[in-house]
């Protein structure tokens, strides 16, 4: 099965401390079992790579009984069943959601306190989602970075051939090949007669090893095939290089990538969806426009 959404946790983790103090880790083990999650789910992590998905969920399900005042914190990692969780679950309701927890003047403050007006849109969207805050804004910033590759990749092959093979030398010297940007133009050698090589660039600092670059600007749909492959293979051969990067705005198709595997020499494919990726990983064509931090309890701090 899939890994429950954090408001299907809610009423399980309030069952969970029905007889008393309980620890989080314990709770998050249990709940695991009950669901019959798999290893694989169990040990799903968050991008963070700092903590299970699952283990995130359940901490936000009791997060949110806290904020009703449904539990409460005991000592670190630990939390028990207040007077008003316990009446919950005299008359259980089939399950305790956003909506639920409503009624209940302390989470009705902290929603106001923290800006979601009941009847506001973006409240909705919270009270509807089956994803924690957290993970609403990883969707968000998924979704950004998606539209922001599209309209990258949109912006370069609308471009002339000499920008796109500028682009491309920018990129892996921001990638942290070959030297400053002062070096685009010594890299670039796409010319008339050039061999049907766009670019020579130094794999390390001190030059001892280059990396030969093709560059073509296809439109969308119009897909590099294997025949391209094996003349840059070519170029690499009059070169005596031993590596190259084909890079291109759109596609390769399976006989070109087939090809490449197969050949001789070690060749890098890069189509249109990676390159728009690395330019907004490395910073080149966009800009950092607003940064927003997720920031957690610091248990250690309260110890002592």
């Not at 083990?29 to 963070?48: G, I, M, T, V």
């Not at 000592?75 to 008003?84: G, K």
């Not at 927890?101 to 902290?110: C, K, N």
């Not at 390159?275 to 920031?295: D, P, S, Y």
């Amino acid at each position: 099965m899939t890994i429950p959404d954090f408001q299907t946790l809610m009423l399980p983790v309030l069952r969970q401390s029905a007889a008393g103090e309980v620890r989080i880790g314990d709770v998050v083990d249990r709940l695991a079992a009950e669901f019959n999650l798999s290893d694989e789910e169990r040990a799903q992590l968050l991008p963070s790579g700092r903590q299970t998905t699952f283990a995130n969920r359940v901490h936000w399900a009791k997060s949110y009984l806290g904020k009703a005042g449904l539990v409460e914190i005991t000592r670190r990692a630990h939390f028990r069943i207040t007077d008003p969780g316990r009446r919950v679950l005299e008359t259980p309701p089939p399950r305790i959601d956003i909506r639920f927890l409503s009624q209940f003047e302390p989470f009705a403050e902290f929603r106001r306190q923290s800006g979601e007006e009941p009847a506001s849109e973006q409240s909705e969207t919270l009270v509807t989602s089956t994803l924690t805050p957290d993970e609403v804004m990883r969707a968000a910033s998924n979704r950004l970075e998606a539209d922001l590759a599209s309209e990258l990749l949109q912006r370069v092959r609308s471009g002339t051939p000499a920008f796109f093979e500028s682009l491309v030398v920018r990129l892996l010297i921001a990638m942290g090949y070959g030297g400053s940007m002062m070096d685009v133009d010594k890299a670039l050698v796409g010319k008339s007669g050039d061999g049907g090589v766009d670019g020579v660039i130094d794999q390390d600092p001190l030059g001892l090893d280059r990396i030969y670059v093709q560059a073509k600007r296809y439109a969308d749909g119009n897909s590099v095939g294997a025949g391209a492959i094996r003349d840059f293979f070519g170029s690499l051969d009059r070169f005596k290089a031993s590596k190259g990067l084909f890079v291109t705005t759109s596609t390769f198709s399976p006989a070109a990538r087939e090809t490449a595997d197969m050949l001789s020499k070690r060749i890098v494919l890069i189509d249109g969806e990676q390159l728009a990726r690395l330019m907004i990983r490395h910073g080149v064509g966009c800009r950092v426009e607003e940064v927003l931090t997720i920031k957690k309890l610091d248990e250690e701090f309260f110890e002592g």
